[in-house]
T-cell receptor, first 110, second 111 residues
């Protein structure tokens, strides 16, 4: 049981480039979400999904898109990377009260 | 706005007991959770309090007082491996689709 798998683990982008952060879970959880973590800021919700075909915005959605075509996958797209998007990105899924997080993607935008 | 306040750092020695407090002011409240994070790795779920009172899970306990908008995480018999960051998080709605986190408390355990 792999839980929540995120790829890549590290990425460096140039300003203006686009990319997709991948997230997959094998626990058949309906709820999935993306968070970013910045130093001293805790985790902030970017987007979430309550099931295939259903997504919604969180606290900090600007500059990011998501889609949910299957229960297992929830990719996060950066449309045009900016230095302000340098962060650690965590994907999480949930059943019940506790969230299961992936190991994160460390993104640097130069 | 939403705010969760917790101390930024706490230090303790092995075998001791430490309490990490969390006070919150939020637009909605359906429960308080605690997460542990080692060295920037994946946060892991520790506990959830939906009702007032104490929840115990092994060496860890969590408490909630909704009337005081306050909760705490109690760690007993501290071990070196407990050195980590601890985050409180408020569930804002019944569906559980909105979870906001505090900025975290770094716990350092020394021998």
């Amino acid at each position: 049981n792999a839980g929540v798998t995120q790829t890549p683990k590290f990425q460096v982008l140039k300003t203006g480039q686009s990319m997709t952060l991948q997230c997959a879970q094998d626990m058949n959880h309906e709820y999935m979400s993306w968070y970013r973590q910045d130093p001293g800021m805790g985790l902030r919700l970017i987007h979430y999904s309550v099931g295939a075909g259903i997504t919604d915005q969180g606290e900090v959605p600007n500059g990011y898109n998501v889609s949910r075509s299957t229960t297992e996958d929830f990719p996060l797209r950066l449309l045009s990377a900016a230095p302000s998007q340098t962060s650690v990105y965590f994907c999480a899924s949930r059943r019940g009260f506790g969230y299961t997080f992936g190991s994160g993607t460390r993104l640097t935008v130069v | 706005g939403q705010s969760l306040e917790q101390p930024s750092e706490v230090t303790a020695v092995e075998g001791a007991i430490v309490q990490i407090n969390c006070t919150y002011q939020t637009s909605g409240f359906y429960g308080l959770s605690w997460y542990q994070q080692h060295d920037g790795g994946a946060p892991t779920f520790l506990s959830y309090n939906g009702l007032d009172g104490l929840e115990e899970t092994g060496r860890f306990s969590s408490f909630l007082s909704r009337s005081d908008s306050y909760g705490y995480l109690l760690l007993q018999e501290l071990q070196m491996k407990d050195s980590a960051s601890y985050f409180c998080a408020v569930r804002l709605n019944q569906a559980g689709t909105a979870l906001i986190f505090g900025k975290g408390t770094t716990l350092s355990v020394s021998s």
